[in-house]
Nanobody
Framework: QAQLVESGGGLAQAGGSLRLSCAASGGTFSSYAMGWFRQAPGKKREFVAT????????DYADSVKGRFAISRDNAKNMVYLQMNSLKPEDTAVYYC????????????????WGQGTQVTVSS
């Protein structure tokens, strides 16, 4: 059974940093594109970042470009989201997701999802 488990969420002050982790198991995730999405209260889930299976290609939402960085360690089946210069509008539940094939910004392209981790940024 393929499984994704996020960790690293919590409370941060505006301007601070957090690092989210996503542990993958039960599948060949080293060959999958991985993505991070987020959903704020009362809003639709939105794309944050994605990374190709070999990490040679990444893509970011404009709202996080230059502040967030996605990375992966295929030997450990881990994906990370380093979040710097956090803003209150980054407050959301963050989800890790996986899909076979190329990177995508579309949430419906992703097959596997984690349960999410809460990130709260105070002003």
């Amino acid at each position: 059974q393929a499984q994704l488990v996020e960790s690293g969420g919590g409370l941060a002050q505006a301007g601070g940093s957090l690092r989210l982790s996503c542990a993958a198991s039960g599948g060949t995730f080293s060959s999958y594109a991985m993505g991070w999405f987020r959903q704020a209260p009362g809003k639709k889930r939105e794309f944050v970042a994605t990374i190709r299976w070999n990490a040679d290609t990444t893509d970011y939402a404009d709202s996080v470009k230059g502040r967030f960085a996605i990375s992966r360690d295929n030997a450990k089946n881990m994906v990370y989201l380093q979040m710097n210069s956090l803003k209150p509008e980054d407050t959301a539940v963050y989800y890790c997701a996986a899909r076979p094939g190329r990177i995508s910004r579309g949430q419906y392209d992703y097959v596997y999802w984690g349960q999410g981790t809460q990130v709260t940024v105070s002003s």
